[in-house]
Protein backbone atom coordinates (compact mmCIF):
# COMPACT_ATOMS: atom_id res chain seq x y z
CA UNK A 1 0.00 0.00 0.00
CA UNK A 2 0.99 3.88 -0.49
CA UNK A 3 2.08 5.34 2.74
CA UNK A 4 0.72 8.96 1.54
CA UNK A 5 -2.50 7.37 -0.69
CA UNK A 6 -4.05 9.70 -2.91
CA UNK A 7 -7.23 7.39 -2.80
CA UNK A 8 -8.21 4.55 -0.65
CA UNK A 9 -6.97 1.41 -2.57
CA UNK A 10 -3.88 3.18 -3.63
CA UNK A 11 -0.85 0.12 -4.24
CA UNK A 12 2.16 0.14 -5.45
CA UNK A 13 3.59 -2.83 -7.33
CA UNK A 14 7.75 -3.33 -6.52
CA UNK A 15 9.68 -5.10 -8.14
CA UNK A 16 12.56 -6.80 -5.31
CA UNK A 17 15.37 -5.86 -8.63
CA UNK A 18 16.40 -2.80 -7.26
CA UNK A 19 17.07 -0.17 -9.98
CA UNK A 20 16.14 3.78 -10.33
CA UNK A 21 14.11 3.69 -13.39
CA UNK A 22 12.39 1.40 -15.42
CA UNK A 23 15.19 1.89 -18.42
CA UNK A 24 17.56 0.43 -15.77
CA UNK A 25 15.11 -2.99 -14.98
CA UNK A 26 16.13 -6.04 -16.94
CA UNK A 27 13.23 -7.12 -19.00
CA UNK A 28 13.03 -10.45 -17.51
CA UNK A 29 12.35 -8.89 -14.17
CA UNK A 30 9.05 -7.22 -16.03
CA UNK A 31 7.43 -10.32 -16.37
CA UNK A 32 5.19 -10.13 -13.37
CA UNK A 33 4.77 -6.31 -13.17
CA UNK A 34 1.27 -5.87 -15.39
CA UNK A 35 -0.15 -8.89 -14.64
CA UNK A 36 0.19 -8.44 -10.95
CA UNK A 37 -0.80 -4.49 -11.02
CA UNK A 38 -4.19 -5.44 -13.19
CA UNK A 39 -5.03 -7.99 -10.13
CA UNK A 40 -4.89 -5.07 -8.10
CA UNK A 41 -6.58 -2.65 -10.17
CA UNK A 42 -9.24 -5.96 -10.00
CA UNK A 43 -8.96 -5.96 -6.40
CA UNK A 44 -9.80 -2.15 -5.85
CA UNK A 45 -13.54 -3.02 -7.07
CA UNK A 46 -12.69 0.71 -9.19
CA UNK A 47 -13.72 0.49 -12.38
CA UNK A 48 -11.55 3.92 -13.07
CA UNK A 49 -8.42 3.86 -12.32
CA UNK A 50 -4.66 4.51 -13.03
CA UNK A 51 -1.28 2.90 -13.97
CA UNK A 52 1.32 5.66 -13.12
CA UNK A 53 5.31 5.07 -13.57
CA UNK A 54 7.62 8.01 -13.16
CA UNK A 55 10.96 8.41 -14.06
CA UNK A 56 13.44 11.02 -13.13
CA UNK A 57 12.99 13.95 -11.09
CA UNK A 58 11.63 16.20 -13.96
CA UNK A 59 8.71 13.05 -14.21
CA UNK A 60 7.93 13.79 -10.71
CA UNK A 61 9.92 10.20 -9.06
CA UNK A 62 10.05 10.75 -5.60
CA UNK A 63 11.61 7.46 -4.33
CA UNK A 64 15.01 6.16 -6.39
CA UNK A 65 13.32 2.74 -6.61
CA UNK A 66 11.56 1.52 -9.56
CA UNK A 67 7.74 1.09 -8.63
CA UNK A 68 4.21 1.40 -10.18
CA UNK A 69 1.16 2.84 -8.68
CA UNK A 70 -2.42 1.29 -8.85
CA UNK A 71 -4.31 4.44 -8.21
CA UNK A 72 -8.26 4.03 -7.90
CA UNK A 73 -10.30 6.68 -9.50
CA UNK A 74 -13.35 6.06 -7.21
CA UNK A 75 -16.21 7.75 -8.77
CA UNK A 76 -16.49 10.36 -11.95
CA UNK A 77 -16.78 13.40 -9.79
CA UNK A 78 -15.14 12.12 -7.05
CA UNK A 79 -11.43 14.53 -6.16
CA UNK A 80 -9.96 11.51 -5.01
CA UNK A 81 -7.56 9.34 -7.23
CA UNK A 82 -4.99 11.39 -9.98
CA UNK A 83 -5.77 14.58 -11.70
CA UNK A 84 -4.18 14.96 -14.69
CA UNK A 85 -3.81 17.55 -17.85
CA UNK A 86 -2.04 16.84 -20.43
CA UNK A 87 -1.29 19.95 -22.40
CA UNK A 88 -0.92 19.12 -25.88
CA UNK A 89 2.56 20.35 -27.74
CA UNK A 90 -0.06 21.45 -31.19
CA UNK A 91 2.86 19.12 -33.21
CA UNK A 92 2.06 18.90 -37.04
CA UNK A 93 1.60 15.69 -38.74
CA UNK A 94 5.09 16.18 -40.64
CA UNK A 95 6.79 16.67 -37.11
CA UNK A 96 4.89 13.85 -35.34
CA UNK A 97 5.77 11.53 -38.88
CA UNK A 98 9.76 12.70 -38.25
CA UNK A 99 9.67 12.03 -34.81
CA UNK A 100 8.53 8.45 -35.15
CA UNK A 101 11.00 7.65 -37.63
CA UNK A 102 13.43 8.80 -35.78
CA UNK A 103 12.41 6.68 -32.80
CA UNK A 104 11.58 3.98 -35.01
CA UNK A 105 14.85 3.78 -35.88
CA UNK A 106 16.76 3.41 -32.66
CA UNK A 107 14.34 0.61 -31.97
CA UNK A 108 15.76 -1.57 -34.43
Not at 4 to 32: N, S
Not at 77 to 97: F, H, R, V, Y
Request: charged residues 25%; glycine residues 10%; hydrophobic residues 35%.
Amino acid sequence: MDVGPIAKGHCLVIPKYHCRTITDLPDEEMKDILPFAKRLAKATGAEHYNLLQNNGRWAHQEVDHVHFHVIPKPAQNDSAGLGITWPGQGLGMDDIKKTFEEIKGKLE
